[in-house]
């Protein structure tokens, strides 16, 4: 990369980082192009990719970028559920969310297709009330490929169920719900700092469903930076006996304290993708601190494990408000990859290959048939508007 004005690439780099990791320009890139894909192999027969309208092979994405880890659709419930338990009740009524009104969003996303977007993941599921028809109805008119999940997300958001029901019937539920709704994946599940006794029990019954399924699953980390959740989400996955190519540990960019991205590094080892899930955002600080992270991993030679996207859910960051919206990744975040001496080869990696291998799978024989016992939604309530609470 030529330099930029009289600053050479190296103090390029550490003014954009902030000084952080500043070092980390030159051996990556050698170490990138000598790396060899450990996850490269072609798909098998019958691999997919579940989009909520239909299974395509992963040939039939396209090469645009692949986001796996945004939000089309949440309930008003979700918003009070994430209200501090202590917060008194607002005076006034609160302003519904862009995310609650679908032709809004079917609007967003047909902006961010003409960026070069071809495939989104949703990454709600029933404890945020998504609602599934809301994103069939977007899928069928953004020209944007939609992959629906499902789980649940965070102890304040449970449904009653969770406390009740054994570990079976949870798994039965969930397998049962993933056929109904055409989930393409298990996400975001989420634990809190400290994770508690419902949050463990969680983790264990989606890597039950994981292994039933074969479904991808990516997680939710605290965002003021957990290592330790980070760690611990994957301890309790890989003993359940997922297999991490499965696994996408997320918001891993907002442990922005490790300047030499140890943990990342030491998740990749274990064969698992790393969730640069917070970067792009407009309102947000810190995308600086999360260039140097990926050249940290790059230079360790993880490239084949890195994914990333926005956890897009801020209603003045939409195009409509003059924000970059669900385009942020690819039109806010990478020119400062770009910036930083990232190859384009490297960055069509991140964003098109890695999701696109993260996110394929094989049905298991019989993995979607019919279980047990009854659906995580209850009775009447296909559109998993509200949840069970």
Known sequence: MKPVGELSRRKALALLTGAVGAGATGAWSTLCAAAQS?????????????????????SAIGNGHILFHEHLSFGAIFYEKMRPANAPQPATPRTP?????????????????????????????????????????????????????????????????????????????????????????????????????DERKVFSVMAKAQIRTALPMFTHT????????????????????CNPKSICIGHLSDITDDLQAETHKAIAKRGAFLGFDTVGHRLAQGDAKKVALILKVLEAGYEDHILASSDFASDPEFKAAGGAGYSSVSTVFLPKLRYAGVKESTITKIMVENPKRFLTFVPPKNAFSASRHSSTYPPGRGRASRPSV
């Open 38 to 58: 450990r996850n490269g192999a072609r798909p098998q027969a019958g691999a997919i990719i579940r989009t909520i309208l239909k299974d395509l092979p992963p």
């Open 97 to 197: 969310s862009v995310l609650e009104n679908p032709e809004m969003v079917l609007d967003e996303l047909r902006a961010t297709g003409k960026d070069g977007v071809s495939l989104i993941v949703d990454g709600g599921h029933a404890d945020m009330g998504t609602n599934y028809d809301h994103l069939k109805m977007i899928a069928e008119k953004a020209g944007v490929h939609v992959v629906a999940s499902g789980g649940y997300y965070l102890q304040t958001t449970y449904p009653p169920e969770v406390s009740t029901q054994s570990e079976e019937q949870l798994v039965d539920g969930l397998v049962r719900d993933a056929a109904r709704y055409r989930w393409g994946a298990f996400g975001e599940i989420g634990s809190s700092p400290e994770m508690t006794r």
């Open 222 to 241: 605290s965002h003021n930076g957990c290592k330790a959740c980070a760690m611990e989400q994957l301890d309790i996955l890989e003993k359940a006996g």
